[in-house]
């Protein structure tokens, strides 16, 4: 198969996760209704009108990458933690850790002649370890906040490239462009060659990433200083486990005297030891 396979928002989670798991690559069309991502937009403007465009190609020069999105947009909250979102993940990330949590949260924009970014795999970023080859360590997303063209600068995806050698990110020829309406969502793996299209448009591509990994590995964007405890606090409490503040597994992010983040950050006296992992599963339906 050649295309992105695309989905509508009723789809099972089932369905939509065992696509990705094949093709490593899935669309679901008008997810997020117009409203909330004009909302998002609006609360992250000045964050974004701050923002620096990047240095060098890969973040790219045309391009603001702006992030801490829950600490700085109670609307993205709703697509951060998207319960299908996190119903696919789980179904993905689930049999390889006893959680998975929040990796980055990012507004990506990539202003008019922008350059394609370089094909690449998101779990690249664990030191281009070697994981497993049937193995998926990380499931990312990128929201699309405008209507994503083949012109402006849609996300481009080779469809099948789960377990391509590392010289298929030579294989631009190979890619499709994850064109899709304002509000709509791609979804791929740590395995699946992507990058960001060339925006040969007169208008910004506005895109919000946000990537979850195993509960047992770094967190590209650190989300204890992104969402410092005190904004933390106030956000749902499935939502503080998915940013981390939370245990990884048995005995992985522990405070001080052994304590389970999640009960100190809410002055819950449960949980306070090894293994507390019942109040700290990020999980859907578990
Ligand atoms: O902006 C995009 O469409 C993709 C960005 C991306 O893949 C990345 O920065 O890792
Ligand atoms: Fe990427």
């Not at 669309?27 to 992250?44: F, G, K, S, T, Y």
């Not at 964050?47 to 993205?76: C, H, M, N, Q, V």
């Amino acid at each position: 198969m050649t295309v992105i396979p695309r989905f509508a928002a009723s789809a099972a989670a089932e369905d939509i996760a065992q696509a990705l798991q094949t093709v490593g690559c899935v669309i679901i069309e008008n997810l997020a209704p117009v409203e909330l991502v004009d909302q998002i937009l609006a609360e992250m403007a000045p964050y974004i009108d701050a923002t620096p465009y990047g240095s060098e190609d890969f973040t790219g020069r045309t391009t603001k990458r702006t992030g801490a999105l829950l600490a700085r947009s109670r609307a993205s909250v709703d697509l951060v933690a998207h319960p299908l979102i996190l119903d696919i993940t789980q179904k993905i990330l689930g049999p390889h850790a006893d959680t998975f949590q929040l990796h980055l949260t990012q507004i990506i924009n990539i202003g008019p002649g922008g350059q394609a970014q370089g094909l690449h795999r998101d779990q690249w970023c664990f030191n281009m370890f070697p994981f497993p080859a049937d193995m998926d360590v990380e499931v990312s997303t990128i929201w699309a906040l405008d209507n994503f063209t083949e012109e402006n600068g849609a996300t481009r995806v080779i469809p099948n490239s789960l377990n391509d050698p590392p010289t298929a990110i030579e294989d631009n020829h190979r890619t499709v462009g994850a064109t899709m309406p304002k509000g709509s969502v791609v979804i791929y793996t740590g395995r699946t060659i992507h990058g960001g299209g060339a925006n040969q448009s007169t208008q910004i591509r506005r895109g919000l990433n946000v990537d979850y990994i195993l509960g047992w590995l770094r967190q590209e964007e650190n989300q204890y200083l992104s969402c410092p405890p005190e904004i933390a606090r106030t956000l749902p409490e499935h939502v503080q486990k998915l940013a981390g503040y939370s245990l990884g597994s048995y005995a992985l992010g522990y405070q001080d005297d052994i304590r389970d983040p999640f009960a100190v950050l809410n002055g819950y006296e449960a949980g306070s030891s090894f293994g507390g992992l019942d109040t700290a599963i990020p999980i859907v339906n578990k």
